[in-house]
Structure formats: structure tokens, C-alpha cells
């Protein structure tokens, strides 16, 4: 009986999660700007709503008195009981004040990144990192686990700094000498075949069609999604209906068609998930580093690689012109979708720069929220990281440096460490994908990806939420995560 009750009461939420990702990306679309504060009001009562469901205090006896009759409800019942301790360890009076401190501390972000003005930020940053604290400290103790983990833990369950850290200071390590070869080596490609200009304008309709076009090739379902404008590319919705979105500059396009297959790699995932669980927390997907490795896999993995463009190069022209890009064959564009070059901004920076951007934020929040670390501290100790690790100085430019990211301002802590091991478990992936599937790159230059999506969809998207995110990269590849493949992965595409 008392799964019966959990089961009823995951459908209602599950209704209540689909209205609020439909108007959230309604919100980011096409809603007028005067819709605004009504919106908000309603999104904010249902939000409540949800809340207050989703904790009820008599969940915690239907989860002690459920009985399982099956694996699947089992694993369903842990992973609803791991969700339920999440949401209710942190009480309301907390939430209430993190959230206002968050907003107010986003806000008076946007406003002073735009003005370089770290000094005025600070004392909203300060009040920040007292609140992740001591989020940190309630986390920990009802789940356990040291203070860094138990954020972690929101995020990609199952990662521990324990095994990160080794993971990390070896990519590290190696990123710090591989850099300069990649660079070296790219000069050297460059001497005898310079980049060639893109030959824009490039209008949005056209680009429209070659990005759906691109979509519905690697097998997003457009029954059940849809894709749209916004100001930041994002993948909302819900599974039965993914909303998409991308942006556009009429200068080029490469941009707006690898934001579309890095979103349809996350929407892939979403329609992936198994149907029968979807309005249980084992339906769901397993955390931001797995998602992060679905959506990488198509746009680093897939469309960064010769054999994609063998397909996609006739498919430009096609949408685009025959003279789109004259001139340019598979070489040319490589050559510019794996340009490599140090950069300030981590959402600017290529696949080979990007996670020591990763990894100096993730070394710096560790400190931050065990107490090694004061807000105050930051700019000296962020530009002796990047001085390091990409030979830049930030120290006279805040903006560009630690004040870059919302996630501080937001609250965000333990997120970073999920982009760098989305990047890694993708490149894991497609390792293992290629030992089964020999015939697999042939496939993609002809434009068919079935094999590379049943791979995806046995190992990953059907299995949802059954197991934590170091177990799943486990059964899918057949070790733990691996640094040594992604080192692999980043000599034979930039050195080979």
C-alpha cells in the first residue's frame, strides 16, 4: 500500500515538474516582457506547491513501510528515499534566507560584472560562501558525508573529492605540458594550410533549417521537441516535449549549429529516459555529469570528428548554398571547430583549455567552503591558478576573471567539477562504443547513427537513475572514470 501512496504521489509531482518546465521555457522564448511578474507569481505558487508535496513529513513512514516486490522497485524505492533526505535536510527558515541572499547577490552581479567592480561585490559574495557553509554543514550531516561531497552530491551522486582529486591533479598535470604541444602542433598545421574566412552573411532561416536538419539526422524525435530562439542556448521541458533553443550570428554559423547538437545531445538523453519511470525519481537522469557527457558526446565527440563532417559538409550546402563555403573541404573544418588557443573565459575556451578552467574553480570552491579559502582571497588566489595552468593574469580584470561565472553569485558550489567529467565520461563512452561497434565511424560519414544511439540508449537512457554516477560510468564502459582516455582522446585529435 505504501508504494501505492509513493507512486500516486510521483505522478502528481511529475505534473506538477511538467508545468513548471513549460512555463519556465515559455518564460525564456516567447513570453512578452510584460508577462513577467504575473508569471513569476504563478511559477512561484507552484514551486511551493511542489515543496510542500515533496516533503510532507508522512513520505518519510511510506518509504520505512513500502515493500519492494521487484529489482527495479528496489532500486526505485533507495533512489526516491536519496531524494527525499535532500530535499528536506535543509529547513524552510534556511532556504528562505539563501534564497534571498542568492537573488539579491545574482542581481548586484549583473549589475557590477558589467562594471569590473569586485570591491562592491564582495560583501554580497561574503554573505554567499557564509550560506554555502553552512548549507554545506546541514548537507553533510544528514547525509553523512564531508561538506564538499554532500554538495557534490546534488549535483552527481556518488562523486567524492576522494576519487576526483586523484582524477583531476593527473588531468591537470597533463593538460599543463600538452597545451603548449597542441598549440605547437596547430602553428605547424596552420604554416601549411592557413584557416580560411567564413563567407557570410548567413541568414537565420537557413541556418534554422541545416540546424533541424542536423538534429533529426543524429535522432532527435521531433514528436516529442521542438526548437526555438533565446538569449542563451539551453535544453528545457520535459522528456514529452524537449524544449530546444539556440541563437544566431548571421556572420557564421558554426556556433549556432554546434550550440544545437550539444542541446540535442541533452535532449537525446531526455527522450531516452524509461517511459514506465518517469515520475519517479528513477525515471529521471543521473545527474549534470552524465547529462553534461551526453550532450559533449554529440558536440565534441560526433561532430568535431572527420567522419561527421564527411556526412555534414554536403548537408551545409545543401541548407546554406553551394557557396556557403567555398573552397573548404573536411580539413578546413576541423581546423576551426578544434581551433585551440588560451582564453580568460571558460565558456569561450576549446576542448583542450576547458577543464583547467574547470579544474581551478573546483580547487578554489573546495577551499571556500571548508574554511581554507576567504571571498576576500579570491582574485590573488584565481590569478595564481590561471598564471599557472594558462600563463594569463586576471588580477587587474575581475570581470573576466573570478566575478566570469554565475554559479558563485548563485550559490552553486560542487556544480563545476560535472563539466570536466561530462567531457571525460564522453570521451569514456565513445572508447567503449568503438570496442563494440568497430564499423561505427564508417556509419557516421554515411550519416547513420542508429548504432552509436542504441549503444547510448542500452547503457545510459534506459538505465535513468538505478545506480550512482561513478557505478553507471562503471557498467557502461567496463572501468571507473579513466583520465587516461580522455589524455588518448585529446593527443590523437590535436597531435595526430
Known amino acids: 500500500m505504501s508504494f501505492a501512496k509513493l507512486d500516486d504521489l510521483g505522478r502528481k509531482l511529475e505534473a506538477l515538474e511538467h508545468a513548471l518546465s513549460i512555463l519556465g521555457a515559455d518564460e525564456a522564448t516567447h513570453m512578452a516582457v510584460g508577462g513577467g511578474e504575473k508569471r513569476a507569481e504563478a511559477m512561484s505558487n507552484l514551486a511551493g506547491m511542489y515543496h510542500a508535496q515533496a516533503t510532507a513529513p508522512q513520505i518519510a513512514d511510506w518509504i520505512e513501510a513500502a515493500n519492494p516486490e521487484s529489482e527495479d522497485q528496489r532500486l526505485a524505492l533507495a533512489e526516491f528515499k536519496r531524494s527525499y533526505i535532500n530535499a528536506t535536510c535543509l529547513p524552510t527558515e534556511f532556504v528562505e534566507r539563501r534564497t534571498a541572499a542568492t537573488m539579491r547577490s545574482e542581481q548586484l552581479w549583473r549589475e557590477l560584472r558589467?562594471?569590473?567592480?569586485?570591491?562592491?561585490?564582495?560583501?554580497?559574495?561574503?554573505?554567499?560562501?557564509?550560506?554555502?557553509?553552512?548549507?554545506?554543514?546541514?548537507?553533510?550531516?544528514?547525509?553523512?558525508?564531508?561538506?564538499?561531497?554532500?554538495?557534490?552530491?546534488?549535483?552527481?551522486?556518488?562523486?567524492?573529492?576522494?576519487?576526483?582529486?586523484?582524477?583531476?591533479?593527473?588531468?591537470?598535470?597533463?593538460?599543463?605540458?600538452?597545451?603548449?604541444?597542441?598549440?605547437?602542433?596547430?602553428?605547424?598545421?596552420?604554416?601549411?594550410?592557413?584557416?580560411?574566412?567564413?563567407?557570410?552573411?548567413?541568414?537565420?532561416?537557413k541556418q534554422r533549417e541545416l540546424g533541424?536538419?542536423?538534429?533529426?539526422?543524429?535522432?532527435?524525435?521531433?514528436?516529442?521537441?521542438?526548437?526555438?530562439?533565446?538569449?542563451?542556448?539551453?535544453?528545457?521541458?520535459?522528456?514529452?516535449?524537449?524544449?530546444?533553443?539556440?541563437?544566431?550570428?548571421?556572420?557564421?554559423?558554426l556556433s549556432s549549429l554546434m550550440g544545437v547538437l550539444h542541446e540535442t545531445g541533452h535532449a537525446l538523453y531526455e527522450q531516452g529516459l524509461p517511459k514506465a519511470w518517469s515520475h519517479w525519481p528513477l525515471g529521471k537522469a543521473r545527474g549534470m555529469g552524465i547529462h553534461e557527457s551526453q550532450s559533449l558526446f554529440v558536440e565534441m565527440q560526433l561532430a568535431r570528428s572527420p567522419?561527421?563532417?564527411?556526412?555534414?559538409?554536403?548537408?551545409?550546402?545543401?541548407?546554406?548554398?553551394?557557396?556557403?563555403?567555398?573552397?573548404?573541404?573536411?580539413?578546413?573544418?576541423?581546423?576551426?571547430?578544434?581551433?585551440?588557443?588560451?582564453?580568460?573565459?571558460?565558456?569561450?575556451?576549446?576542448?583542450?583549455?576547458?577543464?583547467?578552467?574547470?579544474?581551478?574553480?573546483?580547487?578554489?570552491?573546495?577551499?571556500?567552503?571548508?574554511?581554507k579559502l576567504e571571498a576576500s582571497q579570491i582574485p590573488e588566489a584565481?590569478?595564481?591558478?590561471?598564471?599557472?595552468?594558462?600563463?594569463?593574469s586576471t588580477l587587474a580584470d575581475p570581470k573576466d576573471g573570478p566575478m566570469q561565472d554565475v554559479h558563485w553569485p548563485g550559490g552553486a558550489f560542487g556544480y563545476f567539477p560535472s563539466y570536466t567529467l561530462g567531457a571525460m565520461i564522453a570521451a569514456q563512452q565513445w572508447a567503449a562504443l568503438e570496442k563494440t561497434n568497430p564499423n561505427v565511424r564508417s556509419d557516421i560519414a554515411k550519416g547513420d547513427f542508429t548504432g552509436v544511439n542504441q549503444w547510448r540508449s542500452d547503457n545510459i537512457w534506459k538505465q535513468g537513475s538505478r545506480y550512482s554516477t561513478p557505478d553507471l560510468i562503471t557498467r557502461a564502459t567496463g572501468e571507473p572514470l579513466n583520465a587516461d582516455v580522455f589524455k588518448s582522446h585529446l593527443k590523437q585529435r590535436y597531435l595526430g
Open 382 to 392: 584565481w590569478d595564481a591558478k590561471m598564471t599557472e595552468y594558462l600563463g594569463l
Open 307 to 371: 567522419e561527421f563532417w564527411e556526412f555534414a559538409l554536403p548537408l551545409v550546402h545543401l541548407h546554406l548554398g553551394a557557396d556557403a563555403i567555398p573552397g573548404w573541404d573536411v580539413e578546413d573544418v576541423l581546423a576551426e571547430v578544434n581551433f585551440v588557443e588560451r582564453g580568460y573565459i571558460r565558456v569561450d575556451a576549446d576542448e583542450v583549455t576547458y577543464p583547467l578552467h574547470v579544474i581551478l574553480r573546483y580547487e578554489l570552491e573546495q577551499d571556500l567552503v571548508n574554511g
Open 114 to 205: 558589467a562594471k569590473n567592480d569586485w570591491d562592491s561585490f564582495l560583501p554580497a559574495l561574503e554573505g554567499v560562501v557564509a550560506l554555502v557553509r553552512e548549507e554545506a554543514q546541514l548537507r553533510a550531516d544528514a547525509l553523512k558525508l564531508a561538506p564538499y561531497d554532500a554538495l557534490m552530491e546534488q549535483y552527481d551522486p556518488g562523486n567524492r573529492t576522494a576519487e576526483l582529486d586523484t582524477v583531476f591533479s593527473d588531468l591537470k598535470t597533463f593538460l599543463k605540458g600538452f597545451v603548449p604541444d597542441a598549440l605547437d602542433a596547430q602553428a605547424e598545421r596552420l604554416a601549411k594550410r592557413p584557416r580560411k574566412a567564413l563567407n557570410g552573411p548567413y541568414p537565420i532561416e
Open 212 to 253: 533541424l536538419a542536423a538534429m533529426r539526422a543524429v535522432g532527435f524525435d521531433f514528436t516529442h521537441g521542438s526548437l526555438a530562439v533565446s538569449h542563451h542556448p539551453f535544453c528545457g521541458g520535459v522528456p514529452t516535449d524537449v524544449r530546444m533553443t539556440t541563437r544566431y550570428r548571421t556572420d557564421e554559423f
